[in-house]
């Protein structure tokens, strides 16, 4: 890890566009300016964990989510089978329900 002095006021860089300024010293709290570009994400510390955290669950939570949603797909797929024309079906619509309970599933299943 670099580490710097600086005074209030001062400032140092990081590349070329973002600028770090000590606006005031007041006991243990430095409050300090961010200047960068919009594309530039800033974070508090604690906050960009947080983020992490809830990426990482919100992921965990897509692979069930798409998981439920292609079994509703399928489902749905069996109810409008009976609406269809011959010879319009596919491989993609055409798959049976695989949970009794399920839209389109037989009664009784």
């Known amino acids: 890890m670099l580490v710097l002095s600086r005074r209030p006021h001062e400032s140092f860089r990081i590349g070329h566009d973002v600028v770090i300024t000590v606006l005031e010293v007041n006991g243990d709290k430095v409050r300090i300016g961010i200047d960068a570009p919009s594309h530039v994400q800033v974070h508090r510390q604690e906050v960009y964990e947080e983020v992490q955290r809830a ?41 049976e329900p695989e949970e009794p309970g399920q839209p389109g599933a037989a009664p009784g299943a």
Do not use: F, H, K, P
């Open 55 to 95: 990426n990482a669950a919100a992921a965990a939570t897509e692979q069930g989510a798409t998981t439920d949603l292609a079994r509703a797909v399928r489902g749905a797929a069996g109810d409008r089978g009976s609406d269809r024309a011959a010879g319009t079906d596919d491989a993609a619509t055409s798959a």
